[in-house]
Structures are given as structure tokens and as C-alpha cells.
């Protein structure tokens, strides 16, 4: 027996291990599986495998040990596969921020974007990236989409203000002055996020409203019904801090009821001699507003409603009645709210929804929650004029299997009966015979109402007395029976016969009694003896007695006080004559009233107000003031033109539509005017971009830590010592990530190149040094574009097709590593030719964007269309097939070296300091003997710049060129300097990429050698 | 605004978690699980619900409890709107929001709450162009995407998004330009035992099914605009249009929605389209009871009744029917204690009845109530309000489009107490 126990044993053991093993493999197995699928070449891998992990975060298990995996994905081309990668980094960024970093010039890149759509999805991931250390970058990021052409773009910004300040409060300064300038924004876009912002940052600077302030008014019908709600909720604080009350004259006529909600500070305040006169300015909000009552949103109604209630004169109130009775028929949630905020109205203003009464009915099928809120809205409403009819419905509302609904029922007809004294008896009556009734809850709630009931007008009321100590043997929820003991001993001179036998009996069973029930033994049996002392002495002596023992310290205490006042003896000598005054004083009715009395502190429609206490970031409401403030401030300076409803002008729409198809490339050449002005104003310190050949890794760490120790001599001229220590100290460690992970070439070196920008960045910004450090190479526009245009396809090789391309030498729009070409295409046949495109085939290896199809090309036409080919910095031909829809052919596109390039512009010191940098086997130079027409200045310039794509440095020599452009691929700095010394010319080109180099130098020398144009 | 969200199940398994800021552990959700329990039925779950730290706004529906967390004052019906229109997406896009779908379709869910809010604060809501960004699952495209490995994410940039008119996507074309309107209306009622009206109002809509190519610019009038008591209206309507002139102008957004919604107020006298005379009676001994249900037409302005349902929420002691009917079946169910008699035609010759017995749990105390019954049904072709579209406009396109307008009548919130 022993040894099959130990035999099984040890089998289990085995087997445990073995599933183990087997598991544990299994699990690295499938993450493993992840990892190898995310660093595939294919596309549909790393999306499924993308999927999956999306799979894993929204079941909420942990992938993060993915991360390295995933984020190299995040350049990726694949627009699904980069949102799901963005999914997942803003998911995890916060919790892994030294790799989120890797991410960031990425973005920064996007962030140039020539589309809106990537410059505001990068803003919005990159402000989504919880990693402070990325603060001051995000703050550059914010400054500059808030000037960005594309309203879409500048939403976004908004919404990144909120992000920013959460992740540190200390930028608030500098984010208002963004909101300052967001808040003038005229676009409906952009107006909802930034007062959102506004409320988050700082909802106390009113002052930036003002000049604001007719303009949102105005825009309001045309934001969308978000934004509506919270600019409503901003406008009406607002407005109660700017304008005078319009509830002056009013309270005049306002019903009786309402007199206590009028503070009578306020009444007294009121002038009458001077007639009230509505600021211009608050007509104007109300009136802009009234049309959202109409809007299918509920957020928007109820902030419209709680605008007029908070607002409006007392008279234009009803208005927001039929609408917010409307609510009713949405979802149990909304009813939920809404009942509430109606609950708080109708205390203050029965009127209001008096005629909608029947809109309160309680349907069998409500939620409990729902229930009680109509009821109580029932009671409120409940006058002498309906009253009957409120009862009858209350009475089926009594026998509901809802128990708990039934309770609240009673106590809503014991709050008709106070509140009401015509239907006090009828109530009480109900409410007696309701004692009969089987359900103990509702026996018990009558009970307690019926105490409190008779509190008013206890002395014609002792048979309902009587008749409920006859009940009290059937009763026993603890809380009626201890409200009909206090009944007892409270009235015990009008029922002087039951009330000493109520006592007897409780005598006997006070120790099994609830402690509520037990005090109120002790306090009927102190009544008693004070009243009626013969008969029931020694029963009180009794009940004092088992008080004194209980396990209850409340009851012993009170025991012995209640022992201290009324028996007499020589210690309590002044209390005890006081006994009877004290025990018996006539005591206050208790004023049933609703939960909702107070709940208007709180301004309608908030969450504070839905919980009746102060939600975290609740803004008071303030009192109006006593003066107007000064109304001219939201005078703005500059008439403007009134900006018609929009949606009212079908030709603003078609204009509009105009506008955006011209949008992208207006938007194109401001963003380069924009930044060459910048060029202008900064004094830019540019690092170089730099790409190592070589492709073993330790080597390349190696040689990429030397050069950026390299930077850091050249950085030493400009940077104090403890900077360059912490730039230091920040690059060791992200190296040293670096080795740890095993990551692909290229990604590598511009991980390495943005945080080596991003170091000095940020060490600067450590030591709140405000350095002005430009950390990218920015691409000017081309200074010659040439107009010759390459055959690509001969029209009779093409079968009628001809096609011819040219270099643009702008940055290409399809992808940052693209030269951007011109295709034209045209139709020699005399038939149409049909979809026509470029093979998805690509022989070489160079990724193509194509153009889109063409469809359909009729004879004798031509069309142009555009498309980037990234050449990988080399002059090898890009060969692909130019399809139609019967034929395909072979065509190829050799670059020349000079296109290859994007213009930049430096500051002649910065060119000789790179200059200086790439010596050695980075320079190539030759001489020549340069033909007499090609000394000008202008001539050279325009030979040059007509043979490669390079910028033109102004310099300070004489009889020196320099020329400065980037390799469009990787990036690398490309240096041209002509040196002039008659008859000869020595032509020097400083570029990391010698091969491409010397190309340079031979085509630079045939131009220069050869004359004419 | 609002912080995270958390899908929980009818079980209570937390079945998917969404963060827009930092993340919140699940564990917040214990709270919500207490309200739960103390609620006993979904229905009575607490919408707001305040923890410590954070505020819990929930929504119960299709069986699903969307919880979001929401850290700092914020107007209650922004979210529980907003997360209405959440559930509203999932429908549009998988045909039903259940857990099923959702959790087949997780990767669309999260790209679509991924666009549907930034930082707590809505960014697209509006379905088409959510569609644009991200396109719905078909059967065909699923497959097609497998086979060739093409995404659902739109690459085309939402037109809408970026103009004035954000409902409605640039470039729509269609060879059959059509344009349909289903006028709906729906009696809320409450009859009591002698079948008097205790409370009765009309509720429409009015849904629209367009599918115009271009930019049509559409203006529906009304015979009877009067008759409107209160409207609210889809943003794309121009408010000061109905204002002034009664007339609702519009461009429609692409496809379906819903154009507005309209109230007709009490004051008009509402016809009730049928009568009951119900008997339920529950006998002091012998744990029995009787029940007895006629139903007939009254003011049906010669239309024939269909889909008539009664729903009898019975008393938990009732333990089972014993019943027969003369037209349709019904069906008792002791869990839910809910009896069902779903008659279909209402045929005015000869009145559909169900009688028979109850019986009750042996010893249980009877019931003091009689349970209420709740009517559905259908009536085609006829607005009982009266309401009826007079013409509809079309200008800034060219063709000439399909136009067809539809009336029912539907019983809506209707009760008859017993």
C-alpha cells in the first residue's frame, strides 16, 4: 500500500515535471513564435502576429517582454501594422520608457509630414507616450501644431495640451500661451478641444475668454456635439461671472413656493427703480444655445438645460422642459440622470414639469433606481390641485411586488400628508390600514411614517395609537417597533391604560430585543415613571436593571443616565428636578422633505451633482456679481467679418471642398517657408546624420560610440562641463541597451543618431540651459529645377506608348528615402489605352511607390502623374514594367549622382566645422582648368546646382563656392566647395559616401570644363 | 474624461480592457462587481458609482456592462451618451453587439475605440466616417484579406473628418440613386384594471435609408407639421430651416440613420389601437389561481393588427400555467417567471383568448398584486399620430431619385395594469 502510494508519487512527480518541461517551453514557444513572426520579412506575418498580441491586450495579459519585437515595427510602411504597433506602444511606453524612446524620431520625422493625417497621428501618439523624459520634445512638438495649417492638426495639438500637463504640470505657463492661441482659432475643429483643454489646464484664467467669447457663441450650432457639451459648461461659468442676474424682476412674480430659494439678501439687493436690461452679450449666448435643445445627443440637451436653468430669466425657463422630458424615452442610464437633475428642478419650480406629471408614472418594468426618482419627482410635484391623482397612483404603487419600491412609496405619500394638510387624515387613514398588510416592510416603513405623521397632531390621534400597540406582537422589524415605543411612551398620557402594559410586556422580552428596540424600552420605561411612577416603578427599576448588564455600551450608558435623572437620590441634586422637562419637552414635528433640497449647490447636469458631493476637479458655479465687469473687454478689435452658419450656404461647402484638395500642397510649401525662416532667426547647430558601412555590429558600435564622442569635443566649444558629463551619462546607457538587444542594422543607426540629438537635447534642458540646438538636417527647397526630361519608353518600343520622366528634386511626398519623380505619359495610338500602371513585380531590389492606375487614356492625350523610387544612395537603374491593360514593358531609370541629393542650408562656419569632420578618406578633390565664361560667380553657381540638387551656402570669400546638400536615402552630408584660382579651379567634395563622391566630382568637373550653358 | 473601459459579461468575466491614459488596474472593478451583487437584477445596477480615487459610469446592454472609469468631475451623460455610442458601433459594424462578436472581432474593436477617443475626449464618432478609417467585416473580405493579405484599415484618409459636413464622405456614387423614409411610430401607455386610459403619448422616428450619389441637398415637408410636439434632430438638419419654416432640410449622411425623433404631445387624444379584458385571480386556498385574456381591436381605422405579443411578468410564487389559447402559442417560463402568448394577427371575427389556471407554490402566502401585462404589436402602412410626409425636395444634383416613404405604428412602452 506504502509502496503504491510512493510508486504513484513518484509517477506524478514525473509526469508534473515533464508537463513542465512541456509547458514552459510551450509558453517561450508561443511568445517566441511572436517575436520571430514580428521579425520576418513579411508583411502579413508581422500583422497577424500584431493581431495577436492586440488579442493579448485587450484580454488584458502582459506582452510587454514584446516590446523590442514590436517597436521596430513602428516606421513600418503597412498602415494597419503601424496603428496596431501604435496601439501597443502607448498600451506599454510607460512602463518600458528608456525602449519607448527608440520610437520617438520616428515621429519627430512624421511630424514634417507633407499629409495632415500623419503629421496629427504622429502628434497624437507621440503625446500619448506617458515618458517624461520626452517633455520638452513634446512641447516643441505642441507649439508647432498649434501653428499648422491644417485644422486637424491643430485639434490634435489641443489634445496633447491635456496629455502634457498631466504627465507634468510644471509646463503650465507655456501650455496656456498655446491655448491663448488656439482659443482665437476660428475653425469649428478645432473650438471644442481646446476649451476642453482650457477647462483642464486652467479653467481660471476667465480673462482668456473674453475676446473669445462672441466668437464661440457664434461657432457653437457647427462644433460637433462633443465639443458643444463642454463649451456649454465653460460658457456658463462664464457667463455667471460677467453678467448681472436676470432673476430680479422676476422674483416678483414668482410663485409662493419658491419665495425660500430666493436668498433674501438677494431681494433686498434688488433695484427696483432701475428696470433690469439683459447684456447684449448674455441674449447672445441664449439665444445660440436655445437651438441644441433640438440636438439628438443628450449631453447636449442637458447641458443646453442646465445653461437656461443657471442662466436664464425665470420666465424663458420653460423651454427645456418638453425637452428634457423627451430624455425620458432613451436608455435606463440617461433616464437615470435625468430624473435626478428634473428632481432638483421641480423642488424650486413645481410649475415646470407640472403639466408633464404623467410623464413621471412608474412602469412595473423601471429599475429600481428609476422608481424611486419618479417618486420623488411625484412628491414634489404633488399640490392641492393633483394631489388625488398623485394618491390614486400611489396607491397601486403600494401593493407593487417591488417591496423596496413599496417602502418608498409610504414615505412619499407621508411626505404628500406633511407638506399637504388638506390630505392629512385621508393620508393617515391609507396609511393605517396599510398596517394590516402581510408585507413586513411595508408594514414597518407605515409605522415609521405614521410616527412621524402624528408628531404634527398627536392628541386626536390616540385610537391610530391604540390601534398600532395592538399591533405590535405581529410587528417585528426592529426600527417600527422602536418607532412605536416612542410613540407610546411620547404620547402616554393620551393612552394611559396601554402604554404601562406595552412596558410589561417588553419587560419580558428586552433581552432578546435589537438595541434600537432596547433604547426605546429604557426611554418609555423612564416616560412612564415620571407620569404615571405608581404603577410602573418597579418595572422600570427592572428594565434598568437588565440595562445596566447589557453587552451594548450605548445601552449601559444610557441606563445609567436615565437611572442619574429620574430616580432621585442624594448625589443628582439639580438634574433631577429638571427630569420631567427634559424627558417630556414638546418635541419639533420632523419636516419630511426631499433628498434633493440641496442638491442645487451644485451646478446641474455634473457628476457632483449626480453623487451630491464634490467630485475631484468640480468647478463652483459662482454667484452672479452685484456690477456687470466691464463689458467692452469682449470687444474685439479687428471687425470681423460675420461668419455665416454653415451649414446654411451650399457655396461655402463647394469652396470649401475646393480648399481642401489645394490644401496639401499649399500646405507643403508653407511648412518649408516656415522653416527656412526659422533657419533665419535660430542660430542652428546642426549634427550630422551618419551612416556606418561598415556591417559588423560590434564594430559599428563601436565606431558609432567614437563618433559621437567626436560630437561631444565639437559640442565642447558651445557646452558647459556637467552638460557633457550628462549627455555622456544618458548615451552609456542607451549603448548599452543597444548591445543587449540584438536589433537590425538600420533601425539601429537611427535609433543611435536621434538619441545622440535627443541626449544633448535633453541635457541641455536638464540644466534649464535654454541652448538653441537644431537637431536635424532640414531640407531647403531646390535652388534650379531642370526642365530636360528622360526617355523612359520609346513610343514605338511601347506600342504607341511613350512615357518620360524628370526629377522634381523635391522631397518626395511617398516616403522620406524617395527621390520624387515625374512621369509623363502619352497616348501615340489612335485608341484609347486602358489601365495603365507599374507592375507590382519590382526586378531590383529598390522599393518603387507607384502611381495610381490610370484607367483609361484617350488617343493624343497625356497625363502626368508622380511617383518616389528609393535608390538607395546609389546610381543603379531601377528597372520595372509599365503595364497596360494588353502589354508590359521593361523600363529602367539610372539617376544621375546629382539627383540623388536634397539641398541644404548652413551657416558658412558650420560648413567648414563639417568640413572638417570628413577629411581623409571622406574627401575627394581635383583641379581643373576652367574655360574663361565659367568664372562668374553666377556661372559656377548655376553649373553646379544644374548637375546635383545641392543648396547654395553664402559665403564670405571671394572666388569660394560652397554647396551643401543631403543623400536622400540615408541622409548623408554632402559638401561641395569650388575654390577659383585663375586659370584653375580646385573642386573638393566632402561626403561620407565616397563612392558617390568621386561620381559627384567627374560630373562637377565635365560641367565646369565645358562651355556654353 | 473618461479614463478606461472595461467590457464585463452577464457572469461577470471582464472579457476585454481598454486604457486612453495611464492604466487602471482591473482590480477597480471589485466595486462594480459589490454594486452588482447588491443590485441583484442588471437593470438596477447604479449608472454612477464612486470609489475612492475614481468614479465608475456603467451601461448595462445586449447582456454587456460597459464600465468606464473617469477620474475627475465631467457631465455624467457625456459619457454614458458616449458609451451608448460605442455599443451603437459594434452593432453598425458586426450586426450585433454581444460578447461574441466582440471578442471575434477584438482587433477591430480596438482600432475603432482607438479612433473613437483620444485622451478621453471623442474624436470620431460618427459611423461613416469610422468606416472610412476602418473598414467593417464582411465574409467576403475576410476572406479576401486572408488570401491576400490586405488590411482592413482604410488607406484613404476620411474625407468627412476634415469638413464641414463630417457625416457625410465625399465622392458617394451609385448607379440606382434612392432615397427611403420609415416614418415609426410607438404608443407609450399605461391602461389600468377598467381599461381607461391612465397616460398615453406617441413617440416616432423617423429612419432614413439614403444612398445618393454626390452631394444632394434634401428638404422633407409635412401635411400636418403641427401635429409635432417636440423634435430633436440628426446634427446634419438645419435647425433655423424647421424653425421658420417648419420644413426639414438637410444633406444626408451616407446610408442609414436616423433622420429625427419627435414626440406628440398628450394633450391630443391618443387612439389605442386594441382593448384587453383580462381576469388573473389568485385563491386564497388551494395554491391556485385563474387567469382569463381577450383581446380585440378598437381604433385601428381598418388596419389589421400584427406581432401581437402579451408579456405577463408573474408573481415569483407561481409555479406553472395550465392554460389554453384559441389563437397563437404561449409559452410559461418558471425560471423567469415570464409567460409569453405571441398571437400574430389580431382577427377581429373571432377574438384571440387564453384561459386556464395557475398554480402556486404550496404554502406561500397569495399574491397581493396581479402582475401587469405588456403589449407589443405592429401595425403596417398607418401612423396612428396622423403624421404624414408631404413631399420630398432634392436640389445640387441632377438625376432624379427613388423616392418611397413607409409608415408603421409599434406598440412601444404599453402596459395594462390588472
Known sequence: MLGMSANSVSYNEQGSVESGVDAAPWFLCRNEDLKEMLESNKESLKLEAMKRIVGLIAKGKNASELFPAVVKNVASKNIELKKLVYVYLVRYAEEQQDLALLSISTFQRALKDPNQLIRASALRVLSSIRVPIIVPIMMLAIKEAATDLSPYVRKTAAHAIQKLFSLDPDQKEHLIEVIEKLLKDKSTLVAGSVVMAFEEVCPDRIDLIHKNYRKLCNLLVDVEEWGQVVIIHMLTRY???????????????????????????????????????????????????????QSRNTAVVMAVSQLYWHLSPKHELSIITKSLVRLLRSHREVQYIVLQNIATMSIQRKGMFEPFMKSFYVRSTDATHIKTLKLEILTNLANEANISTILREFQTYVKSQDKAFAAATIQAIGCCA????????????GLVLLLSNRDETVVAESVVVIKKLLQTQPSQHSDIIKHMAKLFDN?????????????????CEHVPKIAPDVLRKMAKTFTDEEDIVKLQIVNLAAKLYLTNSKQTKLLTQYILNLGKYDQNYDIRDRTRFIRQLIVPNEKSGALSKYARRILMAPKPAPVLQSAFKDRDRFQLGTLSHTLNSQASGYLELSDWPAVAPDQSVRNVEVVEPVRLPLRESESEENSNDSNKSSSSQSE?????????????????????????????????????????MQHNYSLNYYLPPQIIQKTLNIMTKYILIHIVLSISSPFFVNCMCSLLHLCVFLACQFDAVSWPVRVSLQASSPVFVPETSHELLHRMTGKGLSAQYRFTRQPCIYGNSMVSLQLTLSNRTDQALENIHISEKSSTGQNIHRFNAIERLEPQASVTVSMGVDFNDSTQTANFQLCTKEDEFSVSIQPAVGELLLPITMSEADFTKEQGKLVGMNESSATITITPENVSSQSVNRKVVSVANLGVIPSGQENIYRFAGKTVSSGSLVLVSVALKDPDAMITINTEKTVMGSMLLRQVKTALTNSGP | MIHSLFLINNAGDLFLEKHWKSVISRSICDYFFEAREKAVEPDNVPPVIRTPHHYLINIYREKIFFVSVIQTEVPPLFVIEFLHRVAETFQDYFGECSETTIKDNVVIVYELLEEMLDNGFPLATESNILKELIRPPTILRSMVNTITGSSNVGETLPTGQLSNIPWRRAGVKYTNNEAYFDVVEEIDAILDKSGTTVFAEIQGVIDACVKLSGMPDLTLSFMNPRLLDDVSFHPCVRYKRWESERVISFIPPDGNFQLMSYHISAQNLVAIPIYVKQNISFFETGSSGRLDITVGPKQTMGKTVECLVVTVHMPKVVLSANLSATQGTYNYDPVTKILLWDIGKLNPQKLPNLKGSLSLQSGAPKPEENPSLNIDLKIQQFAISGLKVNRLDMYGEKYKPFKGVKYVTKAGKFQVRT
Not at chain 1, 478 to 489: D, H, N, Q, T, Y
Open chain 1, 475 to 491: 410587528i417585528t422589524v426592529p426600527m417600527a417597533r422602536a418607532s412605536i415605543l416612542w410613540l407610546m411612551g411620547e404620547y
Open chain 1, 239 to 293: 457667463a455667471r461671472t460677467q453678467f448681472v442676474s436676470p432673476w430680479r424682476e422676476d422674483a416678483v412674480f414668482d410663485e409662493n413656493s419658491e419665495k425660500a430659494f430666493y436668498d433674501s439678501e438677494e431681494e433686498r439687493r434688488v433695484d427696483q427703480s432701475k428696470p433690469y436690461i439683459m447684456d447684449p452679450d448674455h441674449r447672445l449666448l441664449l439665444r445660440n444655445t436655445k437651438p441644441l435643445l
Open chain 1, 668 to 708: 507643403k510649401s508653407s511648412s518649408e517657408s516656415d522653416s527656412e525662416k526659422k533657419k533665419k532667426t535660430l542660430k542652428n547647430k546642426k549634427l550630422q546624420q551618419q551612416k556606418p558601412d561598415s556591417k559588423d555590429r560590434q564594430k559599428r558600435i563601436r565606431s558609432t560610440c567614437l563618433r559621437i
Open chain 1, 418 to 429: 406633511t407638506n399637504i394638510s388638506e390630505v392629512t387624515d385621508t393620508c393617515l387613514n
